[in-house]
């Protein structure tokens, strides 16, 4: 995906935006779409929930074919988060954050990522909110301006 970091009018909401550029599949340089980020992370939310029985299906086979991949991000994960966690966080808030997300079948995110090109949060109960999985898994590791659940 190619990305640009100016300013175009979205083809979606047609407002003066930074865009995101893309190919058509198999078209020609000159035939991008441009939509602004909303835009374009609101596509990807539909496009997960028509397909998500499948992108599970396909996920679950990929898992169980690379499992030493598997492994090893679950591993490095494991200690970044480790090496993420200050001495002054509070355990019991920070399990406590992840039982009331189970119970409501919500994820929990790091509002400052962990691992991040740009800045490294800390895995500690003020980094830590309660979204909806399909919001957390569109936002991915980047960094967005948001607000305690």
Known sequence: MDRLLEYKTCSKCREEKEITSFYKRGGKRSD??????SCSSQRNKEAYLKNKDK???RNIKWKKENKG???SHTAKRKATKLNATPAWAN??????IYKVAKKRGQHV???VPLINSTVCGLHCEDNLQLLDPIDNLTKGNRLYETSHN
């Open 32 to 37: 991008y779409n441009h939509e602004c980020k």
């Open 55 to 57: 992108i599970k299906e």
């Open 69 to 71: 991949i598997v492994n």
């Open 91 to 96: 355990e019991e808030t920070i399990k406590n």
């Open 109 to 111: 995110d790091h509002i």
